[in-house]
């Protein structure tokens, strides 16, 4: 399985960015997810969805963001609305949740938010 995020730039407060994740392999039946790392501070959880749609996010952005995804196309998504400079790292997808761990990521792509 190998994952591709893109979608990251340079927005304002306030504004939107959309992110996707696309997924070679078979990934229907895994748990996709984003975490995010800004400089110079440990990889944060962000957002997870089930293979049922089940959703979750960090408290940091509940009402704000919202992760769906297209099985069809083996795409995750991860919609930022009212972006803060505090959502300012690099966001990186995540598939097959194996407890507390991640069986697979991607690259990470550079969210920066300016104030």
């Known amino acids: 399985v190998q994952l591709q995020a893109s979608g990251g730039g340079l927005v304002q407060a306030g504004d939107s960015l959309r992110l996707s994740c696309v997924a070679s392999?078979?990934?229907?039946?895994?748990?996709m997810a984003w975490f995010r790392q800004a400089p110079g501070t440990e990889r944060d959880f962000v957002a997870e969805?089930?293979?049922?749609?089940?959703?979750s996010y960090a408290d940091s952005v509940k009402g704000r963001f919202t992760m769906s995804r297209d099985l069809a196309k083996n795409t995750a998504y991860l919609q930022m609305n009212k972006l803060k400079p505090d959502d300012t790292a690099v966001y990186y997808c995540?598939?097959?949740?194996?407890?507390?761990?991640?069986?697979?990521w991607g690259q990470g792509t550079l969210v920066t938010v300016s104030s």
């Open positions: 995540a598939a097959q949740r194996i407890g507390n761990q991640f069986g697979y």
């Open positions: 392999g078979r990934t229907r039946s895994y748990t």
């Open positions: 969805i089930s293979w049922s749609g089940s959703e």
